[in-house]
């Protein structure tokens, strides 16, 4: 299913969302980002991907523990009657040389093939695991930023910065992590930061709260408290207890103020 935001009014939704609205049979307007069906090819494509270069790497290892010596000797016995009359006008030698060449040759030629191929797998499984990442970002990113009212081109690769790809149980799932690489929590329960907790940190934060349509008399997308003063980098003491442990820690390290 595509990704809705349903809005109530055209005038609720960003502007530049407008003429991509679709009223509904409850005369609401919905905004469908039509990316899901792009990422459901894309996982078809890995999957088929990751078969095949696993079926390359079980025929590479058909070469491992082979005895080149070994396999010339069968091959020599297998070609003893044939070998039997080159040998009689004194080309056994010969005959001989040739077919350890022979053997050779289309060992070693038949291993770099197969390194190839997966080598060349490798590379396709790359490409298409950054195009799905891109995908499932840009999906959920999307509806976020547009139910938060705010800019994409502005957010976007901001957003994208903060953001991985894990895979879990099968699937693949967008997370918000850390300078660390690792994924941020929302609560002390363990509850996963999704993309539209870091939207909505954002939104409240006095440099990127600028790409979000303003919200009441300020005419700012910076929360009202943070204008108390007239200052964009002031809050009141109870606005700021309010804030996570991360957002206190960003909002002292930029110079913020409280106001009591």
Known sequence: MPIEQIFETKE????FLRSALLENADGKFVF???????VNGLKTALAKERQEK?????KLKEFDGIDVQAAKEMLQKKQ???AQAAKDKGDWATRERQLQEQLAAQLTGREKQYQSEIETRDQRIQALQQSLDKYLIE???TAAIAAAKGTPELLMPHIAQQVRI????????????DAQGQPRIADIKGTPFTIRHLVEEMKNSPVYG???EASGAGGSGASNATRASGKA?????STFNEFTASKKMEFIKNGGAIVD
């Open 12 to 15: 609720d939704a960003p502007e």
């Open 32 to 38: 469908q980002a039509e990316l899901p069906h792009e």
């Open 54 to 58: 696993k079926e390359r790497e079980a």
């Open 80 to 82: 003893e009657l044939e």
């Open 139 to 141: 999906a959920q990113a």
């Open 166 to 177: 894990f895979e879990e149980d099968g699937g693949f799932v967008p997370r918000v992590v």
């Open 210 to 212: 600028r790409a979000f």
């Open 233 to 237: 980098n002031t809050v009141s003491r």
